[in-house]
């Protein structure tokens, strides 16, 4: 189920005024996940349907973003990748603008969450390309305001899984735990399907089983 909260704002680079929204999980990776992945993703950003740009909250400072960059072709058409998926695209944005702004944790958020909707809808191809980008941002995180360390090391052996690099993913996760069961038993997923060189979506119903520990 999908709940949608509006409140307004007003776009922090023209003004206008905008609906912020609080989308409570409209993916189905995440109500399997959103123990894991809630606490950092949280709500979707909202984009401005004037000058288009893209923030969680819209009112967000824009930092380096003007309305001539927002105009560019790199950002208008994401530099050239033609996402299947309308959030998979809005995400891609906010993390152009989080990367602009050099905010590294917002744009690897972002970008992380990119890969969630490209995979949702079977765009491997730009999920993989997006979750090598995600990657080379996991190592630029010097603090995490957001992000609990193994909440991020989690999510980096996911991408490792994604991007088709399992022997590096079985190497550095082989023997590591967690605090937190389901986040070893989610891990035990992710290296078994390296064992299997299976980078495919894994099935609702086997990661259910696995993180609630269903046999």
């Not at 984009?47 to 288009?52: H, I």
């Amino acid at each position: 189920m999908t709940i949608i909260r509006y409140y307004p704002d007003n776009c922090a680079v023209c003004g206008a005024e905008q609906k912020n929204q609080h989308v409570f999980i409209h993916t189905s990776y995440l109500p399997l996940l959103q123990q894991i992945y809630w606490e950092i993703i949280g709500a979707d950003p909202t984009k401005c349907t004037v000058c288009g740009y893209v923030s969680n909250p819209i009112s967000k400072s824009p930092g380096k973003v003007t309305k001539e960059w927002l105009q560019s072709e790199e950002y208008v058409n994401n530099d050239g990748i033609d996402f299947k998926s309308g959030y998979a695209d809005l995400y891609y944005k906010e993390y152009k603008v989080e990367l602009l702004n050099r905010r590294i944790e917002g744009a690897f958020i972002a970008i992380f969450t990119t890969c969630l909707f490209c995979f949702e809808e079977h765009d491997f191809e730009n999920g993989v390309w997006c979750s090598y980008l995600a990657l080379s941002l996991i190592d630029k995180l010097k603090r995490q305001k957001y992000i609990k360390t193994d909440t991020l090391k989690l999510m980096r052996a996911g991408l490792l899984r994604r991007t088709g690099q399992f022997n590096r993913l079985i190497k550095e996760f082989s023997g590591c735990t967690f605090e937190k069961v389901y986040y070893n038993r989610y891990l035990s997923v992710l290296l078994e399907r390296a064992i299997q060189k299976n980078s495919a979506n894994i099935p609702d119903e086997e990661l259910y089983r696995v993180i609630h520990g269903h046999d």
